[in-house]
C-alpha cells in the first residue's frame, strides 16, 4: 500500500506526496502560478500526479476530472482531494491520456504537465520515471497528446501544457497550429543549463 513520504505547500493548498508519485519540482509550480480557470468551467488535469493542479483548479472549476496512469498517484490524488476540501469536485481515473474517457465527453479547459524529457526505456521503466520521460526526443507523449486533443476541446476551449525547451518548444506550437488552435507562450522560467520551462496555452475557435 502506497503511503505519504513528504508534504508539498502552494498557498493555503498542502499536499501528501506518495511513494511512487511524482512530487511536485519547478515545472508543477510554475504552471500552478499561472493557472487561470473561469468560473464554472469543466476541467481534464492530464497526467494527475499528487492531484495539485486539479485540486487548484476545483476552486473554480464547475467540475473537474484528473487521469494518471499511475495508480499510486490517483490514490494519492483523490486524498489530497479531501485534505483540500474539493472532493466532491473532482472525478478520478485511472488511465494514459485520453483513453477511458467517452468520446462525446469535452472539456472547456485541459491541463497536461507532461513527460517531456529525453530518455530511453530503462527510465520509464518505473512509475515515477513515466512521470517525466518522454521517449529518445522527449516528444513522445506530447506529440500523442496534441494529436488528440483537439477533439476533446469545447468549441471555445483552451489547453495548457508544461513542457522543456530540450523537447522544442517550436515544433510544440507548430503541431498545435497543423491541429487547428492558436498556440503561444504563457509562461517561462530558465533552469540551469541551458534549459527553461515553459508554459504553452492553446485555444480553439478563434
Do not use: H
Not at 10 to 24: H, L, Q, R, S
Not at 54 to 76: E, F, H, M, Q, S
Not at 85 to 109: E, M, Y
Request: proline share 4%.
Amino acid at each position: 500500500m502506497p503511503y505519504p513520504t513528504k508534504r508539498t505547500y502552494f498557498g493555503d493548498y498542502v499536499f501528501n506526496i506518495y511513494e511512487d508519485v511524482y512530487e511536485p519540482a519547478e515545472d508543477s509550480f510554475l504552471f500552478a502560478e499561472n493557472l487561470d480557470v473561469k468560473e464554472g468551467e469543466q476541467v481534464l488535469d492530464v497526467g494527475t500526479g499528487c492531484g495539485m493542479l486539479g485540486i487548484l483548479a476545483a476552486k473554480k472549476a464547475g467540475g473537474v476530472v484528473a487521469v494518471d496512469l499511475n495508480p499510486y498517484a490517483i490514490r494519492c490524488a483523490r486524498e489530497n482531494s479531501a485534505l483540500n476540501g474539493v472532493r466532491s469536485k473532482i472525478d478520478f481515473v485511472q488511465a494514459s491520456l485520453f483513453t477511458a474517457l467517452n468520446t462525446t465527453v469535452a472539456f472547456d479547459l485541459i491541463l497536461f504537465n507532461a513527460p517531456y524529457l529525453p530518455s530511453d526505456e530503462s527510465e520509464a521503466a518505473s512509475w515515477i520515471g513515466r512521470a517525466w520521460a518522454g521517449g529518445a526526443n522527449g516528444r513522445e507523449v506530447v506529440d500523442c497528446f496534441i494529436s488528440e486533443v483537439p477533439l476533446r476541446l469545447k468549441p471555445r476551449g483552451r489547453v495548457l501544457l508544461m513542457q522543456s525547451t530540450l523537447t522544442g518548444v517550436e515544433e510544440t506550437l507548430r503541431k498545435f497550429g497543423a491541429q487547428g488552435l492558436k498556440a503561444s507562450v504563457k509562461a517561462e522560467r530558465k533552469l540551469p543549463f541551458f534549459e527553461t520551462l515553459t508554459l504553452i496555452e492553446a485555444k480553439a475557435g478563434l
